[in-house]
């Protein structure tokens, strides 16, 4: 039997706990600085929304599973660009529903947030939110400011200069596949002068643009 989640919406059209994804998300998509998060069980999501948002949703990450010090705010590593933005993606099964964003790893404000989108893979999601990024910063002119992605795989893509997915062509996965194919034509014609970092997972927690579904 599927176990039933509980989204808390904290800033979105209209804040709440929702027992679905679809009325989640229809709180939160193009919602500027939209937060929310999913729960297990009713109660911690009560909790939850009754509480502090910036420590649900992870502006103070835990170092590790194993540290001795259980929370940690992001500008307590020099290392880290404050300034950048972070790209993460999430799918719910492989291949299914994908859907990537972009947010300030500075305030956690959500830049763009595209899906879901139909048959998809993680890997794809990955890849998509870092040509969108990029794509988005050269439009601005902003060729300085480092991109933060936690994927291995979509960054070699981008090393590559286009995907290398695997994913069988189906009517559902259409459109899907149509702005694969108009990112790796825009990878082809544009170099990407922004860094493109790795986000330590295991020392910082995890990334910013995190959809918080693990």
Wanted: with cysteine; aromatic share 10%; proline share 6%.
């Amino acid at each position: 039997m599927k176990k039933n989640k509980y989204y808390v919406v904290w800033e979105g059209r209209a804040p709440g706990i929702y027992d679905s994804w679809e009325e989640c998300q229809d709180q939160i998509d193009g919602f500027p600085g939209a937060k929310f998060k999913s729960y297990n069980d009713l109660e911690s999501a009560t909790v939850a929304f009754r509480g502090n948002p910036a420590e649900q949703l992870g502006l103070f990450r835990a170092m590790s599973k194993r540290a001795s010090h259980p929370v940690i705010n992001y500008s307590a590593f020099p290392e880290i660009r404050l300034d950048a933005i972070a790209v993460d993606a999430a799918c719910s099964r492989n291949p299914g529903p994908v859907e990537y964003r972009g947010v300030l790893v500075d305030d956690g404000t959500q830049l763009f947030h595209v899906g879901p989108l139909e048959g998809g893979t993680n890997n794809i999601g990955e890849y998509l939110a870092i040509i969108h990024c990029a794509a988005l910063l050269a439009r601005s002119g902003d060729n300085s400011r480092p991109i933060y992605s936690d994927s291995k795989t979509a960054r070699s893509w981008i090393k590559r200069g286009h995907s290398n997915t695997k994913l069988t062509p189906t009517t559902e996965n259409v459109r899907l596949r149509e702005i694969l194919d108009r990112a790796d034509a825009w990878l082809a014609t544009h170099s990407i002068p922004n860094p493109i970092l790795k986000w330590d997972t295991d020392r910082w927690g995890e990334i910013p643009a995190d959809f918080g579904r693990k």
